[in-house]
């Protein structure tokens, strides 16, 4: 069952690659989709986890892998000199644009499941392909600041368990005990 989804996700990157690739957008359009998914994504995953699970220790831990993504990013840019497809620039390697959305896909997926982190990923990569075919940056440049946000995020987001309550009651002749615990 994974696995199909894994590939239909790879199948609707390449899509949306190629749809982007054969429609009439001019390169600005193509860049700015790409940015605003690279700035909505940090906002979903930040919602997502104040929302729907008041997550604060997730929101610490994304807020972290953001920093060091984005920080190892900027540190990157100065000892790496190169220039965008388009030649705006001489610091395209790495992706800024992946270095604030790689950190919220990889996030959702370690701390809730497939089930978030697989469309994060999708939007995220798809961001990539909108930002390499508008000559902003390259794929692999979009691809390495991904795989650094998923090694940070394998090393400091921890799983979602929620809040796990139970309690129990009991009687005798003698008297009676109620009592409730709860796990972090």
Not at 110 to 115: L, M
């Amino acid at each position: 069952m994974q696995v199909r989804i894994f590939f239909a996700a790879i199948v609707a990157v390449f899509a949306l690659g190629n749809a982007a690739e054969a429609s009439s957008l001019n390169k600005k359009t193509e860049a700015d989709i790409g940015r605003g998914i690279s700035i909505a994504l940090p906002v979903a995953a930040y919602t997502i986890s104040y929302m729907h699970h008041e997550d604060w220790t997730g929101m610490k831990e994304l807020t972290a892998v953001t920093a060091l993504t984005v920080g190892s990013a900027f540190l990157a840019r100065e000892f790496i000199k190169k220039r965008s497809p388009d030649g705006s620039t001489d610091r395209s390697f790495p992706s800024m644009e992946a270095a604030f959305s790689a950190p919220s896909s990889g996030y959702l997926w370690r701390r809730y499941g497939w089930q978030y982190g697989l469309p994060a990923l999708v939007l995220s990569q798809g961001a990539n392909l909108l930002l390499d075919d508008a000559g902003k940056h390259r794929i692999v440049d979009g691809l390495a600041v991904t795989a650094v946000a998923a090694i940070l995020n394998w090393g400091i987001t921890t799983k979602y368990h929620g809040y796990q309550w139970s309690y129990g009651a009991y009687s005798d002749g003698n008297g009676a005990f109620v009592g409730m615990k709860m796990a972090f």
